[in-house]
């Protein structure tokens, strides 16, 4: 049995913002089944609620820098173990990492704590063969390793993988930063966490770990190059040997439209009857008149930012409208793609509904009723969403990069490389035209229908990944 501490500053149900949470929410219980023993690390948020949990450690230890930050930790049983580390000073905030005015200030210390925290569970409450992080946010968890605690012999043996969903976001900070998150200035050089002159998380990761990951294969091989690599491409290249693509699975218990709670009707692969009724339920929850059921839905739940490729979106409304095909949008982020998207659905109340923020109801309520799902990313490590559709049988739309091109073929999907309008419009064009035979475009909803993107395989993959790094210490 392996054991595995996993660190990460989201997990669903308790704290979300994006396919980060649903990944460690779910790949836990999922490696249970492959010989692995796994517990998991998370700050305790203002939101998270402590009725369920139990406290089991009152004083956790954890200083940094000679600062004692008062800790304790609480756990709730569910797929697996989910122990929460409270700190309100750091924690006790409305959001994961930051408010209206932008990223919390103290984001360093914050997410330091966090990794130095990991290590004294590692110690005292839990002893792990591996540590799996997630994530900037825990990439000084094998930089503490490999130099405050390099010579401790509690951690003798113990290897660290790092996973990147998202290599966009980095854990930036300035040189100033360093005394305070307890690393010595030795670090700080280009071999180390230096990165054009700040102090980069989620570089600490990639050059400390024993082993890399990320979420999907293209990705990996992506982030290799200059396009994708957000410049820390040529100390991807370097640690190429090390760093291993695997997909993120999905939880069908939670996206199944035979089941989803949250649908006007259920449906399945062999029977699409209940679709139609999740469409007039869309049609109706979006304001859109009953002409809506005829044409084309377009469904889109996206964070508004131009890696989601918003801009893209908002280009292309006069072309939809010219088409007859009618988009339906559930999506927060950047003022800039907001205020265009509201004018759009007010200039075209017949086709265009939009609403901001997220309700993860309507969010499942697009899934079952759009006849097609749009993702015409800049870049997706992943992408969960195309893979919620394929099961729901809404024909996805993508760009043909990182996670996007290797879950959608042509026969379940259509796909675009070129990232412009134009491919764009192509492609809807394309789905349109298709759509009108019934037949043909039931068949390929089905073939979607019927792929597994379950953790089944993911989770066995990640297991062998364990079961590689250990062994370079002689341990199976």
């Keep these: 049995m392996i054991k595995i501490l996993m660190v990460a500053s989201e997990a669903a149900p308790f704290a979300k913002s994006g396919g980060l949470g649903d990944v460690v929410g779910s790949l836990p219980g999922a490696l249970r089944e492959n010989e692995c023993d796994v517990a998991v690390l998370l700050p305790r948020y203002k939101g998270v609620g402590l009725s369920s949990m139990r406290r089991v450690y009152d004083l956790l230890p954890v200083w940094i820098a000679g600062i004692f930050y008062q800790c304790s930790l609480y756990l709730a049983e569910t797929s697996a173990p989910f122990y929460f580390l409270e700190c309100p000073q750091l924690y006790g905030r409305d959001g994961y990492y930051g408010d209206a005015a932008g990223d919390y200030p103290d984001n360093a210390i914050r997410f330091a704590v966090l ?14 063969d591996i540590v799996h992080c997630h994530d900037w946010q825990t990439g000084l ?27 966009g976001y980095q854990g930036l900070f300035p040189k100033s930063a360093l005394p305070a998150i307890g690393l010595d200035r030795r670090v700080f050089h280009m071999n180390g966490l230096e990165f054009f002159g700040k102090v980069s998380c989620i570089k600490a990761g990639i050059v400390y770990s024993d082993g890399i990951s990320t979420v999907s294969r293209r990705y990996a091989v992506e982030i290799q190059t200059e396009e994708y690599g957000f410049g820390l491409d040529g100390v991807l290249r370097e640690r190429g040997s090390k760093l291993y693509g695997i997909p993120n699975g999905v939880d069908y218990g939670n996206w199944n439209p035979e089941t989803d709670p949250y649908i006007a009707a259920h449906y399945s692969v062999d029977d699409l009857a209940g679709k139609a009724a999740c469409k007039r339920d869309l049609v109706r929850e979006f304001g859109l008149p009953q002409a809506a059921m005829k044409r084309p839905l377009a469904g889109v739940v996206s964070r508004l930012t131009p890696q989601k490729g918003t801009e893209l979106i908002i280009e292309i409304i006069p072309e939809l409208i010219s088409q007859d095909v009618s988009l339906v949008l559930l999506g927060s982020g950047d003022a800039e793609y907001e205020t265009p998207l509201r004018e759009a659905s007010q200039a075209f109340p017949e086709h265009i509904a939009v609403r901001f923020g997220y309700d993860e109801a309507v969010a499942h309520k697009i899934e079952a009723g759009a006849d097609m799902y749009l993702m015409p990313s800049q870049y997706e490590p992943c992408g969960l969403n195309q893979v919620y559709s394929l099961r729901y049988g809404t024909v996805p739309v993508v760009r043909a990069t990182g996670g996007l091109d290797d879950t959608i073929e042509e026969g379940t999907g259509f796909k675009f490389r070129e990232y412009s309008a134009r491919s764009l419009v192509a492609a809807i064009r394309a789905a349109s035209a298709a759509y009108q035979d019934k037949d043909a475009w039931k068949a390929m909803m089905r073939r979607g229908m019927r792929k597994d993107f379950s953790w089944r395989v993911s989770a066995a993959e990640y297991a062998g990944l364990y079961r590689k790094l250990l062994t370079a210490r002689g341990a199976a």
């Design 115 to 128: 990794s130095r925290a990991a290590l004294a569970v590692a110690r005292r409450v839990f002893r792990p």
């Design 141 to 167: 968890v094998p930089a503490y390793l490999n130099t405050v605690f390099a010579n401790d012999p509690t951690y003798i043996g113990t290897k660290t993988l790092f996973t990147i969903h998202n290599l």
